[in-house]
Structure formats: C-alpha cells, structure tokens
C-alpha cells in the first residue's frame, strides 16, 4: 500500500508510514484499537482472501500479507491512512465486496465494517511475519485445517454411569450419555423374534428360518445373543451381504458405459474379491493397500491385482471427442473414488480451483492425481492410465491394472482445470489439510516391481496410516450406517464443510481407535455394535410422541429405525420365501428375464440383453450382471444406485411404482405360484385341516411366524373367493399349471409379498 498525505494531523500519518517502516511494529502499536488476530483477520479470510490471494490476485491485489497490501493492485492502494478515502472501504461500505454469489448479496455486516474502518484509521496494524491462509481456521462459510475430521483421532474412556441397563458394552455407555444429555431415554429392548430377523437380514441379508427363529425364542439371553452374533458374523453370507455395501461405494458395475457399454472382462472377479475379504475378516488397512496398489505390494498375487479392479470400475468412452481432454476426465474419476471411498471427502472439487469448502487446494488434487499417472497410455489399451490390463503381470484372465510402461510424464495443475493452460507442474502427493501430514511422496520404486513409480502404493500407506485421522472414522461410520440406517455422521461420503457433523463424536472417536487397536478388524466393530443395547432395542417406545417432538430424526438413537429392505434383499427374500434360493456362491453373473418394454430404449433392443436360462436366475441378487445401460427395472424400483459416481447412502423412497412392481411384477407372481405348488404338494387335500394348514405354511414361510387367529380367518376368506374367481370352463384348464385353489393360494401368497411386515424390518 503506498501510504497518502492528506489533511489529518501529522500524527497520524506518522504512525501510518512507521507501521509499515517497522512492520506493524512499535509505534503503530500505541494508536491501533483493532485486535489484528481475533477481529480482523476473520473477516479478511471469510470475505476477501478467496479472491485476493498470491495464486488468484484480482485486480492485481494480494490481502495475505503486509507486503502485499502494500504493493497494491491495478488500481493502485487499496488501504490508505484514513478509511474514508480508502478504496477497500469505498468498495465494502458500497457493498460491492464481496461481490454478489449466484445473485445474491453477500455484503458485509455493519459491524465488520465498522471493524475495518476502525483498523484503517488506527493505522491498518498487519504483523509482518502473519501470512493469512483461506484455509487456517473454519468460519461460517467454509472448513479450515482445524475441521473436526482432520483433528487427530482422540480416545475417551466410556461415560460409564448407573443408567446404563447390565449387558451394555463401550457403545451403549457413549449413547446414554448423549441421551441424558437431552433428556431421553432409551427404548427397551426388541421382542426376541424382532430382534433375529433384524439380525439375520443385517448381516446375511437372508430371513432366519423357523427352526432358527424357534431356537432363539427358546434361549433370547445375552450370551446366547453372543454366541449366535458370532456365528452370522462366520457365515459366507456375511461376506456377500457387506460385499454389497461396499460395491455402491466403489461404482461397482460390469461394463463400461455410454452408448457401446462394452462389458469389462472380469470384473466378477473383484466383486467376489471383495466377498472373500469380507469373510476373512482382512485388515482393513490391507484392504486399502491391495485395492490401491495391489500389483505394488510386496506378497504380490493374482488376488492382490485382483484388488486393483477397484481402479478400473469406472466407466470408460471408447471413443471420447478429445481423448487428450478425456484422459483428465478418467484421472478425476480415479480421485473421487479414491478420497470419497477411503477419506469421505469430494476431492474432485479442486480439480478447476481451490476447494470452496474445504481446506483442498487445486494443487492437492493434482498430488493424489499424480499418483495415478505412470505416463502415456499405450496403443489399444482397454482403459485409460493403466495400460492394457494386467496380463503385463502375468494374469492375463483379471480386470486389473498396472503402470505402462514409460517413465511417466509430468503432471501439471491446470488453470481452470483446462489442459491448454497449464501452470506448475507436481509430484504425487498427499491432502494438506491433516495436521502434521507431509504433502509429498518420495519418488522410490519398489524392488518387487521395476516398471512402476511406487506413488500409488505411497499414497495407499498414507490413507491407512493409523495416524490418518479420516480413514479409521469413515469406515466405522460406515458399518454404523448399514447397522442402524444412519451414520453417526449422516453424510457418509462428505466429512467436509458441507456434510454432517458427528451425532455423538467422542464414540465416533472411540470406534475409530478400537478398530485399529484391534488390527483393524472390520468384524471386531461389527460385534461391538451388534452385541450393543443401542443396536438391539426396539423401534417402539413407550414415549414415542414426546421423544418425536424432542429429536423428530432419533439423531441421539432413542429408538431402532425402522427400515426398508434395498432392493437386492427384496428380491433375495422372494426367493428364500419360495424355497427356491440358490446359494452357489462366487463366479461370472447371471442375466435376468426383462421385459421387452424395458429394450426399447437400447439401440440394440433385444440383442442388447439375452436371460439366461431360468435356473440360474435363482441365484442371490448379488451376483446379476450389473449392466450400466440396462439395470434391473425391479430393483431400480427399489432405489437400486447408480453405478456412474461412488454411492455412499442409497435413497429410501416410497413411490407408486414399488407398489405396482410388487403387484404386477412376473418375477414376484413365479415366487408366489411356486411357493403355493410347494405347500400344497407338502399339505394335500387329503390332510385333514388341509386349508388351515396351508395358511399356516404360507405365514410361516413369508412372515416367519404362525398367523393370528385373525388373520387365519381373512386367510381362509380369501382363498375361498380367489378360488371361485379362478374357476375357468374344463377346455381352458388344459393351460394351466395350477389348480384354481393352487392359484387361489398364490394370490395369499402375494397378498403377503406386498405386506410391510415382509418389506420392512423393525
């Protein structure tokens, strides 16, 4: 700033040129009545840093330091000695600055303004060693680096206190806390029945069956709780239940997209990597490394570059109208998915400019990206970045992925994210806003693989580095989620500025270091939860209308939630109903039947999609094709995710077409015609009792449970006037496979499928 005469006493002006002759120092000192630190530094990083900053000067003009508020901009000084002839204020008590945001006002308030005319005319102190930073601290308009999620994981001792019920763990003693905190209770605990089938569907997807249900009605104990937590938690189900989570989060899909939607060979192969992971209880640390870098590691194998699969999932143009420009496009995708499934953070934000919210510079995004470019892609490469699979490591049947070849080229930020206009060039790096987290990766190439940089298996050490405060927490959050239908933090993709802030922060915490104590044992937390009073307790409370008024969103966990099933567990439940489930597990995908009104928005049509054949439609919903162009209309009804963009939280919707698919689907009247023949070849006509007993089947094999005496009278009346409506003429009998009754029986057996008591889990 050059310092102007003008007609206020030679005092003043004295002390404007020693402030900036002595840096803000001495004299300047006597006269300022602004603190610098706590008033106007605030509001200089709030309002004018993003635009007045050494990277991105606006009219020329710096605000970070002193120096640069001396140098001035364009238009020459923007502070002078006295606010009223200062063009900074002109421009703020005009509300011109900051300038109007998607076309609203963003003027300041009356009293920051006073603030700054205070601090011009008292000499505008700025110490000279300060160097303000957009990112230093949060205000209300975006995260700084003293952001709650990149504070270093703390451990509290559980808030043990008489309140909490005996048989309560760590979890239930947090949770209690929280609700005597806000003058809540908590629920009792769910009816034994309740609490199995919540138990089974979570963490199999699969119903219990009587047997199951009757030998825990027996025995509800804790300990018999326990024991039988365990044996899910062993169970090859668990493997594909969590697979299926997981798999929204990585934009797990078969085939490439856009208008070819080419299928990518071998992607079975993750997907039943990610099972096998699950099942054996990997390190989740491990889990990251081989996803990431799995052909870097030491103990490479074909199951390790099995893991790299994750980075070839996207979707992928053949025939892009710049491939030089698409190449960025790819490498965007590789960053999202990567911070979004490992940092729960929207990276990719930074791709064009700093992050607005959080604390990510463009150069950030640019490290990471680094980390994924090994140089030019090669001729005929199937996908981009990685070189033409992984048969350059001796396996040729995997969707793997590997550096090319070449020493890789530099990769340059881009102004704008525009690759015509590149700026300084980078080196694969790390986000800066971790304290005490170094930003850039040593350029070293391991022994066990010549070709490759190294960088990607650097950065995956880097995320799952016990002392990366946001990997422990995303994941634990994560499997909360999926337990209770919320997270502890609600955005479980976004830990940043714009996400939610944590329920209960201090068991986030505490979650987070059990699980890396525990050598970073996915099922260690899944134990902790389920075995929890919080997870068991039912979702009816004596006080339920009072509690609603108090925390409408049960935020502080004073009930279960009740919830819908997704869809593939829909599907899988039609099946398991029928008796007609088949549980072969792993391998390529099967092809389900869709109607032919589904083809017709394919340029192929019915070419584009051949079913195959009906028995091994039987299988679990996990292992259909996952074709981009073509998802399953039954389970897109059920709010099935978009395989385009990582998906950390499905929508539950309640729309007319579930209702209509549940009626009308071919797919559900099969299960229900099948599910009839089966009771009535089991209980004949010969039997005595023949239509009670049916009815009792149906309940039993749908519900779980016996009917009501109720119930098995609208059973009754039901089947008697479907089975008249069912009546045809003797010649047309001859079409059918099932008797009138048989149909009659079917039709209760949809009744039932349509229930909330099947779609719904208390």
Known sequence: MIVQLHSLAWT???AGCCLFLCGGRGFADEVTTVDFENQVAPILIRNCLECHQPRNRSGGLALDTATAIATGGETGAAVAADSAKSLLMQRVSAGEMPPPQHGESRALAESDIEILRQWIDAGANFPAERRLDIYERTNDVRGGRDWWSFQPLRRD?????????????SIDAFVQAALRDQGLTPAPRASSAHLLRRLYWTTTGLPASETQIATFIANPSHEATGHLVNDLLDSPHFGERWARHW?????FAETSGYERDQTKPFAWKYRDWVVNAFNSDMPYDQFIREQLAGDQVPQRSESTVIATGFLRLGTWNDEPNDPEDYKYERLEDLVHATSSAFLGMTTKCARCHDHKFDPIPQEDYYRIAAAFWPGPVSPGAADLLGGPG???LGYPEVLGWTDVRTPPQPLYVLKNGDRHHPMQAVTAGVLTCAPGQRSELDRIVPATEVNATGARLQLADWIASPRNPLTARVVVNRLW???FGEGLVRSSNNFGFTGDRPTHPELLDWLATELIDHNWSLKHIHRLILTSATWQQSSLHPQQDAWVQKDSANRFLWRANRRRLEAEAVRDGFLAASGELDL????????PTISAEALEGLSRKAAAWTASPESEQLRRSLYIFTQRSLLPPML?????CDTTLPCGQRDVTIVAPQALTLLNNEFIHHRAESLAKRISERISEDQPDVANGQIDAVWRSILNRPPSEGEMLMGAEHIARQSERFQLPESENSK???SPHELALASLCLVLFNSSEFIYVD
């Open 390 to 392: 992984a048969d350059v």
């Open 636 to 640: 897109t009804a059920f709010d099935l």
């Open 157 to 169: 001792d559980p808030p043990w206190s008489a309140t909490v019920p005996a048989g309560s763990n």
């Open 12 to 14: 003043r002006c004295i």
């Open 247 to 251: 798999l929204d989060v990585v934009r």
């Open 736 to 738: 059918r496979t099932l």
């Open 584 to 591: 072969r597990m792993g391998g390529p995908g099967f092809f």
């Open 481 to 483: 989620q999926q337990h």
